[in-house]
């Protein structure tokens, strides 16, 4: 029995300091970010910030399907995506810099209203910029919809062409300019923070620094 007592004592004080040291780490690994992430260099400060709706911590990722570089973003944003807890979440935000970009913010926001977002987001990326599909207006976004998932091309035509997603960008238009958005891809954390990806030089920079922002109030 005594030699019982001793081993479930000896596992228990093994539990305990594995959590004292797993606590430790986290918190090396805070003061670590802190020290490594500056605002006014790694990240901007949004004055006055943009109000989030509810009390989850978001990230806006501004892109457009146009842009390269926002496809060349897209495994970042599947990381973060697979990295965020339950009470974050993130909110893409089509922009139209250009007249030519607009049929694919509509499209977007189409496709979430019609509960296809999911299926199509990542394969439009992909038709546009590695299989350079001539996607240029919503007729013919329409016809690849139909074509490559059975989208209703008409559904998705007057529904990309509805009031809602009119009034949809013009909020997204609001929004970019509010939070300073230059260029795209661009992210927003909170509606406060503004990564700098000029500074930050990997992917895991970038995560990283989404991660630590996340947590500031």
Same mark, same amino acid.
């Given at each position: 029995?005594?030699?019982?007592?001793?081993?479930?004592?000896?596992?228990?004080?093994?539990?305990?300091?594995?959590?004292?040291?797993?606590?430790?780490?986290?918190?090396?690994?805070?003061?670590?970010?802190?020290?490594?992430?500056?605002?006014? @260099?790694?990240?901007?400060?949004?004055?006055? #910030?943009? /109000?989030s709706e509810? *009390? %989850?911590?978001?990230?806006?990722?501004?892109?457009?399907?146009?842009?390269?570089?926002?496809?060349?973003?897209?495994?970042?944003?599947?990381?973060?995506?697979?990295?965020?807890?339950?009470?974050?979440?993130?909110?893409?935000?089509?922009?139209a810099?250009?007249?030519?970009?607009?049929?694919?913010?509509?499209?977007?926001?189409?496709?979430?209203?019609?509960?296809?977002l999911?299926?199509?987001?990542?394969?439009?990326?992909?038709?546009?910029?590695?299989?350079?599909?001539?996607?240029?207006? @919503?007729?013919?976004?329409?016809?690849?919809? #139909?074509? /490559?998932?059975?989208? *209703? %091309?008409?559904?998705?035509?007057?529904?990309?062409?509805?009031?809602?997603?009119?009034?949809?960008?013009?909020?997204?238009?609001?929004?970019?300019?509010?939070?300073?958005?230059?260029?795209?891809?661009?992210?927003?954390?909170?509606?406060?923070?503004?990564?700098?990806?000029?500074?930050?030089?990997?992917?895991?920079d970038?995560?990283?620094?989404?991660?630590?922002?996340?947590?500031?109030?």
């Open positions: 029995m005594k030699l019982i007592g001793f081993i479930v004592f000896i596992f228990s004080a093994f539990g305990i300091h594995a959590q004292s040291v797993a606590s430790s780490n986290e918190e090396i690994k805070s003061k670590s970010n802190q020290n490594q992430f500056q605002a006014g @260099l790694h990240y901007d400060l949004i004055t006055p #910030a943009w /109000s509810g *009390d %989850a911590a978001v990230v806006y990722e501004f892109f457009s399907y146009m842009c390269p570089g926002c496809n060349g973003f897209e495994p970042i944003m599947l990381k973060l995506e697979g990295q965020i807890d339950e009470s974050q979440k993130i909110i893409r935000v089509p922009v810099f250009y007249p030519q970009w607009e049929p694919h913010a509509k499209a977007y926001h189409a496709l979430r209203i019609m509960g296809h999911e299926e199509a987001h990542g394969p439009l990326f992909a038709a546009i910029h590695q299989f350079k599909k001539p996607l240029r207006s @919503l007729d013919d976004i329409a016809k690849w919809l #139909a074509d /490559s998932f059975k989208i *209703d %091309a008409q559904s998705f035509l007057s529904t990309a062409q509805s009031f809602a997603v009119d009034t949809q960008l013009r909020k997204d238009k609001q929004m970019a300019q509010a939070m300073g958005i230059g260029g795209v891809p661009s992210l927003v954390v909170n509606g406060r923070y503004k990564p700098n990806f000029d500074q930050l030089k990997t992917s895991d970038i995560l990283e620094i989404t991660d630590f922002l996340l947590d500031q109030k």
